[in-house]
């Protein structure tokens, strides 16, 4: 009885519905990677090269003072091809967008040279506002047309600045915002959202072992003077903003783990 009625339905299976099928679970496989060439965005590349057979990547150039971590990404973007044949033949375009927009709508201390503070409102004056919003809506949009049906953001709120755009609330309410506004059906994915930068150091290493570990220790870059210097334990960076201080307590509190 159930032979006959599974060959019944493997005959009614033809060629096009074959492809229709196989047209979706590709769709569903098509991540597009919110990638700055810093230690997060890095660590969400190898992870969606770990899950999605298609993967591009887009950066973004807003005015942001630490501009070299632009420089970084080509040559991150190779390097991360030669520590994995999957991942090489997973990794598709990078998009280069100009959002320059959002340094002549703010003033911050991430577009402006003055110092960093904590302001009036308990955020650091280094909070863009709407700048995480405005990459996700530009990631979404591109993603649209470029069929990517999965965008990748290294958001984080358990060890983070504060930022209220980096919250899992935002990025949920974005995600219908951006399903209704485009009638689309793209999935939002924070894989760092509940874990500290310990973990993610940990989450670097598991995906791509002690060589990715070195590659985002040496090659990415999170200083928010946009200094690179000299080598620490940790990676370049100034080692006093709140950025290179953050990256340095995570590495050293992962090392001291294992
Ligand atoms: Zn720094």
New binding site residues.
């Given amino acids: 009885m159930v032979i006959a009625s599974t060959k019944k339905l493997v005959a009614s299976i033809n060629f096009e519905t074959i492809d229709l099928i196989m047209n979706q679970l590709n769709h569903s496989n098509r991540a597009l990677v919110l990638f700055s060439g810093g230690q997060d965005s890095t660590t969400c590349l190898a992870w969606a090269l770990s899950h999605f057979s298609h993967v591009e990547t887009i950066g973004f150039h807003y005015g942001q003072r630490h501009a070299i971590e632009l420089e970084m990404r080509p040559q991150l973007l190779q390097k991360i091809r030669k520590l994995n044949p999957s991942w090489d033949a997973s990794l598709g375009e990078d998009h280069l967008i100009d959002l320059s927009v959002i340094s002549q709508l703010s003033q911050t201390a991430m577009t402006e040279d003055i110092a960093i503070q904590m302001q009036e409102n308990g955020l650091p004056n280094t909070f863009v506002p709407g700048r995480n919003l405005m990459f996700m809506l530009t990631a979404a949009t591109l993603a649209y047309r470029r069929n990517l049906n999965v965008l990748v953001g290294g958001m984080c709120e358990t060890d983070f600045s504060g930022y209220p755009d980096c919250r899992d609330d935002s990025m949920k309410a974005l995600q219908v915002a951006l399903n209704l506004g485009l009638d689309t059906r793209m999935r939002l994915e924070t894989p760092l959202m509940w874990i500290d930068k310990a973990a993610t150091w940990r989450l670097a290493e598991s995906l791509g072992g002690e060589a990715l570990i070195e590659l985002i220790r040496e090659d990415t870059h999170t200083?928010?003077?946009g200094?690179r210097g000299q080598l620490h334990e940790w990676g370049h960076?100034?080692?006093?903003?709140p950025?290179?201080e953050l990256r340095a307590k995570g590495y050293l509190s992962y090392r001291s783990q294992t």
Wanted: aromatic share 10%; proline share 0%; with cysteine.
């Fill in positions: 200083c928010y003077l200094q960076g100034c080692g006093t903003c950025a290179c």
